[in-house]
């Protein structure tokens, strides 16, 4: 189904927009991103992105997305934990539990970057099966690459490459900062830096054209719209509500 994969790979991306620890100033535990999601043009689905509680140089960004709108009545939610080592800029892993129309899964993924292992265990339909590959060193998986580029200067005309591991294969993520722009949305209206992101998905996950993501244009690079247009069609997410880390926690 069309509509499932694509709201499966905006979870990951959305996972990979959220804070970096290693930004100052305005991140800590508690910050919290909204999301509005379109997909061709029809509002189908809400997210949100919170930084969890520290466990020692690990951060914890969880994503919680659910259809809505028009699409509400198929019952896709999906939770992400991606695991971001704020000391060696690098993806320790992630868990993936989601429910796509009755279809249960849980998928999780560790990364040892000191033996050069990625082991993936995937359980469905009452099977569950572990397999290993070979990674480089500096590899992230999709939302660790752009937690890592978040963490990069976004100067005009700049270029940001990494490794990427995806659905047993490595690519080369690559980031072009293009514009800066004024963006209005329904947090507010932001002056941006507009980055075009080139990834090597297949299949589904396949682009038409590049996808691009627009980031506040200040210290914190704070997500503010994402633009992808796949095989099978187009979606768009933008920022609904932000509020910063501290603010949540003292609640």
């Known amino acids: ?7 499966a790979t905006l979870l990951v991306l959305l996972a990979l927009v959220a804070p ?3 930004l100052e100033p305005g991140f800590s535990p508690g910050e919290q991103i909204d999301f509005s999601v379109e997909y061709l043009s029809i509002r189908t689905a809400e ?4 930084v969890g509680r520290p ?4 951060w914890p960004v969880i994503c919680q997305l659910r259809t809505d709108g028009i699409a509400k009545f198929l019952d896709i939610r999906e939770h992400l934990v991606a695991y971001w080592d704020t000391d060696a800029h690098l993806t320790r892993g992630s868990d993936l539990s989601a429910i796509e129309v009755g279809d249960r899964h849980v998928d999780t993924a560790r990364y040892d970057h000191e033996m050069g292992k990625a082991t993936i265990k995937i359980q469905r339909r009452g099977r569950t099966s572990i397999d290993t590959y070979p990674i480089p060193g500096d590899v992230q998986d999709i939302a660790g690459a752009v937690l890592w580029l978040r963490l990069q200067p976004l100067e005009d005309a700049g270029r940001y490459e ?3 591991f995806s659905t047993q294969r490595i690519f080369t993520l690559r980031a072009d900062v293009v514009s800066r722009e004024r963006i209005e949305t329904p947090a507010g209206t932001f002056e941006t830096v507009k980055v ?3 990834t090597g998905f297949e299949g589904n996950f396949s682009t038409k054209r590049d996808t691009f993501v627009w980031f506040s244009d200040d210290s914190r690079h704070v997500p503010v719209r994402l633009s992808a247009e796949f095989a099978v069609g187009s979606l768009v997410a933008t920022v609904t509500a932000y509020r910063p880390g501290g603010e949540l926690a003292r609640r």
């Open 196 to 198: 075009q992101v080139q």
């Open 1 to 7: 189904m069309p509509l499932r994969a694509k709201t």
């Open 55 to 58: 466990e020692g140089p690990v």
């Open 20 to 22: 970096a620890a290693a």
């Open 47 to 50: 997210a949100r992105i919170t």
């Open 162 to 164: 990494i490794p990427v």
